[in-house]
T-cell receptor
């Protein structure tokens, strides 16, 4: 099966600019996650979708970050305006369904550099 | 809040030798799961092994095994017969049990170098 696809692979922007990341989960996977991984740290969950509904966005900085999952398939994560501290790798993951017995499959991430 | 601590920022091992990576966690819950993930330079997080807290038996997956000490809240990963392909960042992660948050809480990682 094809894995989780993310684009772009790298992005460099200046602070206060906007940026968007795209994720295409594994076909049939109902649950989609966005994680932020700052250099030297483990990933931190930003948002979880179940189909096209939000399950958990408690750690999403909603003043500048937004995410959507139209039609319960692809997802986009947007940052507007970006800050220097948003420099990180943004990882998308999907699982067949909710629950710990449905393992997460991660994409290769997008590395964002904000200058 | 749950926390996961990996006290070894870097470790190295000789090819074919055995290495142990440490992880401790803090939680007040009794139902939870623990994981070890591998992250090579490709950045993709790959599940190595998982342990259910209610199981006393330590999980094993081929050359990978864990030492799960529930009372001490310790969850170490042992890699036997280390191979060059094992070189990567390794992250310990915690998840609440069934019905809890889906969120994985990760440690800061340990960079493993395998020397030929």
């Amino acid at each position: 099966e094809a894995g989780v696809a993310q684009s772009p692979r790298y992005k460099i922007i200046e602070k206060r600019q906007s940026v968007a990341f795209w994720c295409n989960p594994i076909s049939g996977h109902a649950t989609l996650y966005w994680y932020q991984q700052i250099l030297g740290q483990g990933p931190k969950l930003l948002i979880q979708f179940q189909n096209n509904g939000v399950v958990d966005d408690s750690q999403l900085p909603k003043d500048r970050f937004s995410a959507e999952r139209l039609k319960g398939v692809d997802s986009t994560l947007k940052i507007q305006p970006a800050k220097l501290e948003d420099s990180a790798v943004y990882l998308c993951a999907s699982s067949l369904r909710v629950g710990v017995n449905s393992p997460l499959h991660f994409g290769n991430g997008t590395r964002l550099t904000v200058t | 809040a749950q926390t996961v601590t990996q006290s070894q920022p870097e470790m190295s091992v000789q090819e074919a030798e055995t290495v142990t990576l440490s992880c401790t966690y803090d939680t007040s819950e009794s139902d939870y799961y623990l994981f070890w993930y591998k992250q090579p330079p490709s950045r993709q997080m790959i599940l190595v092994i998982r342990q259910e807290a209610y199981k006393q038996q330590n999980a094993t997956e081929n050359r990978f095994s864990v030492n799960f000490q529930k009372a001490a809240k310790s969850f170490s990963l042992k890699i036997s017969d280390s191979q060059l392909g094992d070189a990567a960042m390794y992250f310990c992660a915690y998840r609440r049990g069934q019905g809890g948050s889906e969120k994985l809480v990760f440690g800061k990682g340990t960079k493993l170098t395998v020397n030929p």
